[in-house]
């Protein structure tokens, strides 16, 4: 059963619905949004996303662990047409099938977690404005303070789904998306930082809580990533709600000679 491209997305969305947490990111990029940045592949029921929109390629292949074989036959016949530099979102197990092809760099465990119990968010006081274009200054400001190195994509302001808490005229905190998709109804959240100065105040709560109200208005899922080392996030995400579904690695890649 050779790997084969795929252009569907009826065909992809069907297959990816299948568990629609640990597909969430995927799921958001078949939107129109996104989809232009997108390369798709399909070995049988497995499928692979390079994603072109940002500065290095990115792969991610999601399998459950009765899966995990085949995501990896897949991998090994897609290694020799991907980018000789990309960075990968693996599950856990993949690693050692990219390792035949690539050296594996600045690997890092990462938790999928989704918000599982809503009602938690309410213990919690929202707060911020939605944030457009015209706050990109400030917002490229903060994240130089704060989380220098983020995964921000201008484009998503469009969105209109991030949301700022301003101190004093300055944006000193910010909860945001990575992907998010009324058409098949998932979100991940994303680029979620507070100033140094302001820390420990509960401003990311208070901003999360805000925007997940925002998107659970037109989503069912929310869902995002986080560091398994970042035992401060993964504490604040559990106290809104969320619990760890699924874990993976994130990690760059680099052709053998």
């Known amino acids: 059963m050779p790997v084969r491209a795929e252009h569907d997305r009826a065909v992809l969305a069907e297959l990816l619905s ?4 640990l597909h969430a990111y995927q799921l958001g990029d078949l939107d129109d949004f996104f989809w232009p940045y997108t390369s798709w592949f399909r070995r049988g029921d497995q499928v692979a996303l390079l994603y072109h929109g940002v500065e290095l390629p990115t792969l991610l292949v999601f399998a459950s662990p009765p899966a995990t074989g085949e995501a990896a036959a ?6 020799p047409v991907l980018p000789a530099r990309l960075w990968a979102h693996l599950s856990p197990g993949l690693e050692a099938t990219v390792a035949r092809w690539y050296a594996v760099s600045d690997a890092a465990g990462h938790h999928r977690m989704a918000l599982t119990d809503p009602a938690r968010l309410a213990r919690v006081t929202p707060a911020g404005e939605p944030l457009d274009r015209a706050d990109l200054p400030a917002l490229l400001d903060l994240y130089a303070a704060a989380y220098p190195g983020n995964w921000f994509d201008p484009r998503m302001l469009d969105t209109g789904r991030y949301v700022g808490i301003r101190d004093g005229g300055d944006l000193v905190a910010v909860a945001g998306v990575h992907v998010w998709s009324p058409t098949w109804r998932v979100a991940a959240l994303g680029n979620v930082t507070t100033h140094p100065r302001v820390r420990g105040q509960g401003l990311a709560a208070a901003a999360v809580a805000a925007l997940c109200a925002r998107l659970r208005a037109d989503v069912d ?11 401060t996030a993964v504490r604040l995400y559990e106290r809104l709600g969320f619990t760890r579904v699924a874990d993976f690695t994130e990690c760059g ?5």
Not at 222 to 227: C, F, G, K, Q, S
Not at 253 to 257: G, K
């Open 221 to 231: 899922h929310v869902t995002l990533n986080v560091r398994a080392d970042n035992g």
């Open 74 to 79: 897949l991998l090994d016949e897609l290694a």
């Open 18 to 21: 299948r568990d629609p947490v």
């Open 253 to 257: 890649l680099r052709r053998l000679p």
